[in-house]
């Protein structure tokens, strides 16, 4: 049966979803996004995969409708047995489906299903992966297009590594926050997910690299002609070149082009596109090409056209909203002469692709030498790159992937030869021997090296790099203690072992795809805090086989086991029973390239590009064996030549007799050959016509749902960091939160259903309430009342930045007071398991009774209170909500309650010093001041500047007790012995000095605080009235004169307070007179 023009193009609809995918998901990341990596990268394959679904839809409709039907098809088995006889289909299937019921019975179904806010690796991401590995199983039929899947593969593994060699160089131009120089992060943003994409990448090179140089010795490779071959080979490096060139560029333009708005958003993603056209045209093969087409030159047009546009979109976009901001030490003004760089090289590249001769009949020794040489340089930058990630977990699995691919490659390659030269076998065999032998010799230096305690090994352990492989047992310090504790928990909490077997029904089928992040909080254990920040909470346990429990439950990790089982079983039957060597290296790097990813997970994080690579790994394997005829995939029937377009709908089979006996009735009928022929093209065209609407229909709906699932989260979240640059700025003040609101409400129009933009805007309304407020109280205004009819949807009708300054401005504290509720609350119904949201609303109403009520609104304290409970109960080890909690109940009067909730807070977490301060503090409101400056004492002996925010308050109730004062003097005395240049210390004794009557010591406390610190203007203040206490009025004087002088120089200084000193200078100058 012939394809219709339609098939073909969904063909090439679906085999271009899957290069793209490949080349942009391990190299896309996003700067003007929130979140950057992960989820942007989940984001665009769905929405890629979503395109090539709606393609195999429609050419699964455009066969239906063209199809014949043959006495074969009478005699079909069912369905469900021609799916079953798939390779991997009923794995693959069953895999689905947990993922599907995990799903419907989850304790947060829509985080499940679409993924968390976090890292969008729900059921509806990891569907797509599936998706994305049954097309290419079932539409990868000819070897041409596994060397071009195989090809962009490669190459797009190429800009990762490259892009990790140049931070390591220090030549990034983007400032990335962390250390990206001595634990490269590439594009990715993580040093342990970018050395694990690479691992897998690795195979696929070493396996361009094995069959090229196989070919090259292969007696029908064509003769070497050296100019021309490598001419080719120049040509293609200046192209790959050009396209690195271009990404590079494009990076140095975000990382110093600074706009307002979102204009340049393509600028990346765009330079990416245009760099995969090269890489395609190099898998294209064009030195093969009978002839050179149009399409061709497609991809140097477009980048020609891309520099054009983005020069003259640079030009045009000058004014205050563009900006160039150059980073100090590194590139990024250049980025105009890297777009010249990669033009020159484009060019030239295409010189030689247009004049050097092409050889139609195959490709010569030489250049298959060439080919070579390039993947295996591919391969060791892949391994350099790895290298200098100095992840241990992606190392391990590199390992392993280098022994299985080499280990299979030489057991195949000595069954080869047993069949054909014993002599070659012998070399294989020993090859063999000694391959094994070396790795049981790493495997052995390796244990040595981190059972050992030998002299040797303890100093390998401090060398960079290498050292880090000697400390993978330890679980003590470092990210060793972080998985142990994560995995296992202390002796508090049990961590994600506790949480398997804490419910028998959910050790089956699982909390939920992405519900970690909520399920785990009962079982944290508060030893984590001192190691990551006391607000995380882990939403992965690093390590894949837990997290198939933890989210799927016993089916989940049953499911997967048997997916893997599965895939290494078919695929290492096809390489026994394959006959070409290419396919059998072919499978063989699948494997390894799998087993890389299944060794890193026993430590680490399945990824997007990790994901995709394992289904396109199981998806090659699948399709291999169709192309070696070891079985036939639906709808891959070969195509007969010469065959007539299928008829529009299917006919029963007639004879001739009839056939003749239907011509007869037509003719009596008084049909002629004409009518004949017009009745059956109608309805064709008809027919066509229908069709075309419902490929219409499908391709809209299916663009409808890219919007609104993938590219409306992209564009919140880029909203969310246009917000963040004005609420997050230091003294933001109330026109900077303004604006940041306003971006946040274009986000909750955009993802009504994400709870973190809501927590982020009441934060914001919470802000502006302590603003208005302030300014209320400077003015002397009322703080107003609640707004019983405040609501989201009000703010939500709020379509501009001055409509919102309006509304504010109209608005008392309490009215805006009213809003932030709102939102905090809707942010809570949406996620009522995340202990954030309803500790948010705690901390709302608290600020409501102390802070706006002045502690008289005790029904605000009630809520508070209740709040606190509530965000307990989600948490109950998170021990910076329970010492929240624990101050509420000491507000309400309940003291014994409060200091039973910290006891159990210092219980849960013995280091944290916050516990020892609101202890310290309730027991101070007891007026048991000896037993609180026992606290304080101790809190002292870890952190001497902890008390520095309180001291004042301290120092004023314990004024009545100058025993207790005392000691606390003493100890503050101490301190400043063992830090000497701290002037704050200074000045607390001094402080503590004068409240305890003690003059003298206090003199020479502040003395030594203005001598630390000469501009600070309170140390300097106090100092003055101490000595005017002590009668040195001369002295006293000279201070004020120098307090005069800086508060004169201070633009904050109010005139107000420059009249005050001036009046004191004048008392001590009349009292330094004899006045």
């Not at 339609?6 to 003007?32: D, M």
């Not at 985080?111 to 590995?133: A, D």
């Not at 200046?238 to 990382?255: E, I, K, P, Q, Y």
């Not at 909520?518 to 909470?537: D, M």
Request: glycine share 8%; charged share 15%; aromatic share 10%.
């Amino acid at each position: 049966m012939s394809r219709s023009s339609v098939s073909i193009w969904c063909e090439r609809v679906i085999e271009g979803g899957w290069l793209l995918a490949l080349l942009l998901i391990p190299t896309y990341f996003n700067l003007l996004s929130a979140r950057h990596f992960e989820p942007d990268k989940a984001t665009t394959l769905r929405s890629i995969v979503m395109v090539m679904l709606a393609a195999a839809l429609i050419d699964a409709l455009e066969r239906f409708a063209n199809r014949r039907v043959t006495v074969e098809d009478a005699s079909k088995p069912p369905w469900w047995r021609r799916i079953a006889s798939i390779p991997l289909a009923v794995p693959t299937s069953m895999y689905a489906a947990v993922f599907l019921l995990a799903t419907a019975v989850s304790i947060a179904p829509s985080v499940s299903f679409w993924g968390s806010y976090q890292r969008l690796q729900g059921t509806f991401t990891n569907l797509s992966y599936i998706g994305l590995g049954v097309l290419i199983a079932f539409y990868l039929r000819r070897r041409e297009q596994i060397d071009r899947l195989v090809t962009i593969m490669i190459l797009a593994g190429l800009i990762a590594a490259w892009y990790g060699l140049v931070q390591h160089v220090q030549l990034d131009p983007l400032p990335w926050r962390g250390d990206v120089v001595s634990r490269v992060a590439s594009t990715m943003g993580n040093s342990i997910f970018v050395a694990a994409y690479m691992i897998m990448v690795l195979p696929y090179a070493l396996y361009r690299g094995v069959v090229a140089l196989y070919q090259a010795r292969n007696a029908d490779a064509l003769p070497s002609r050296p100019s021309i071959d490598l001419g080719w080979g120049a040509a293609y490096v200046l192209l790959a070149l050009s396209a690195l060139a271009l990404v590079f560029a494009a990076m140095m333009f975000g990382a110093v082009v600074r706009a307002a708005d979102l204009r340049y958003w393509w600028v990346y993603p765009g330079a990416l596109i245009i760099a995969g056209g090269l890489f395609l045209l190099i898998a294209l093969a064009p030195h093969r090409a009978e002839r050179l087409t149009f399409r061709t030159l497609i991809p140097g047009i477009l980048l020609l056209a891309y520099v054009v546009f983005l020069g003259v979109s640079y030009a045009l976009g000058q004014g205050p909203n563009q900006r160039v901001v150059p980073l100090e030490g590194r590139p990024g003004v250049e980025w105009p002469l890297w777009l010249g760089i990669a033009v020159a090289l484009m060019a030239s590249g295409y010189a030689l692709v247009i004049l050097l001769p092409r050889r139609a009949n195959g490709t010569s020794r030489l250049g298959l030498v060439l080919e070579s040489v390039g993947a295996w340089t591919i391969a060791t930058l892949l391994l350099a790159a790895i290298f200098f990630t100095q992840s241990r977990g992606p190392w391990l699995g590199g390992f392993a992937s280098l022994f299985v691919f080499f280990t299979l490659l030489l057991i195949l390659a000595l069954r080869r030869a047993q069949q054909q030269n014993q002599e070659r076998a012998r070399l294989w065999r020993r090859l063999l021997i000694g391959e094994v032998v070396v790795a049981l010799a790493l495997a052995g230096f390796l244990a040595a090296f981190n059972l050992s305690d030998a002299p040797l090994f303890q100093q390998l352990r401090d060398v960079p790099y290498i050292g880090r492989m000697g400390r993978l047992l330890e679980v003590e310090t470092g990210t060793g203690r972080v998985r142990w504790l994560i995995w296992f928990g202390d002796d508090k909490a049990g961590g994600a072992a506790a949480l398997i077997r804490s419910d028998p029904l959910r050790m089956i089928v699982g909390w939920g795809p992405e519900t970690m992040f909520v399920a785990y909080n009962p079982f944290y254990p508060p030893s984590l805090t001192s190691l990551e920040a006391r607000t995380a909470s882990p939403d992965r346990s690093h390590q894949a086989y837990l997290d198939e429990m933890i989210n799927k439950g016993l089916l989940g990790l049953i499911s997967y086991l048997f997916l893997l089982f599965s895939f290494f079983a078919l695929a290492w039957s096809l390489a026994n029973r394959v006959t070409d060597w290419g396919l059998q290296v072919l499978i063989t790097a699948a494997i390894a390239a799998v087993t890389a990813h299944v060794v890193e997970g026993l430590t680490g994080i399945p990824i997007v590009s990790t994901l995709m690579l394992q289904w396109v790994s199981f998806a090659l394997v699948v399709a291999v064996g169709a192309i070696a005829g070891e079985y036939r995939m639906p709808g891959a029937a070969p195509v007969h030549p010469g065959a007539g377009p299928a008829p529009a709908a299917p006919v029963p089979a007639t004879s001739v007799r009839q056939r003749g006996g239907r011509r007869a009735q037509a003719v009596k009928r008084g049909s002629s050959s004409t009518g004949r022929s017009t009745v059956p093209s109608r309805v064709r065209s008809e027919g066509r016509a229908a069709a075309m609407g419902v490929y219409a229909i499908i391709l809209i709906l299916v663009f409808f749902g890219v919007w609104t699932s993938n590219v409306d989260s992209v564009l919140a979240d880029m909203r969310l960091q246009q917000a963040q640059g004005y609420i997050d700025s230091p003294g933001a003040r109330l026109e900077q939160q303004i604006v940041g609101a306003s971006y946040l409400l274009d986000a909750i129009r955009m993802e009504p259903d994400q709870d973190f933009y809501y927590l982020t805007l009441g934060r914001s309304l919470m802000t502006m309430v302590s603003l208005r407020a302030d300014e209320a109280r400077r003015s002397g205004a009322s703080l107003g009342q609640i707004d019983p009819n405040a609501s989201v949807a009000t703010l939500l009708q709020l379509d501009d930045t001055a409509e919102l300054q309006a509304f504010v401005l109209r608005r008392t504290p309490m009215e805006l007071l009213s809003y932030a509720r709102a939102v905090l609350l809707r942010a809570q119904q949406i996620a009522p398991l995340n202990k954030d949201h309803a500790a948010n609303l705690a901390r709302m109403y608290n600020f409501w009774y102390q802070t706006l009520s002045g502690g008289q609104d005790r029904d605000a304290l009630a809520q508070a209170i209740e709040w606190y409970q509530r965000a307990h109960a989600i948490a109950p080890q998170d021990v910076a909500i329970l010492n929240e909690y624990a101050s509420a109940v000491a507000r309400s009067g309940d003291y014994d309650k409060s200091l039973a909730l910290l006891e159990t807070s210092r219980n849960l977490d013995p280091l944290y010093n916050d516990t020892l301060l609101r202890m310290g503090e309730v027991l101070r409101a007891q007026g048991r001041f000896a037993e609180a400056v026992d606290q304080y004492l101790t809190l002292l002996d870890r952190d001497p500047s902890a008390l520095n925010g309180q001291i004042s308050a301290i120092a004023t109730v314990l004024s009545s007790d100058p025993v207790q004062l005392a000691r606390l003097r003493d100890r503050y005395r101490a301190a400043q012995a063992s830090r000497p240049d701290d002037p704050q210390l200074a000045s607390i004794v001094g402080l503590l000095s004068v409240r305890s009557g003690d003059l003298e010591t206090a003199a020479s406390a502040f003395a030594e605080a203005v001598r630390l610190q000469p501009d600070n203007l309170e140390a300097r203040q106090n100092y003055t009235i101490v000595l005017s206490d002590l009668l040195r009025y001369d002295q006293a004087a000279q201070q004020a004169q120098e307090l005069l002088t800086l508060a004169s120089q201070r633009q904050e200084t109010t005139d107000q307070q420059r009249a005050a000193i001036e009046a004191l200078l004048g008392y001590l100058r009349q009292r330094a007179n004899g006045g």
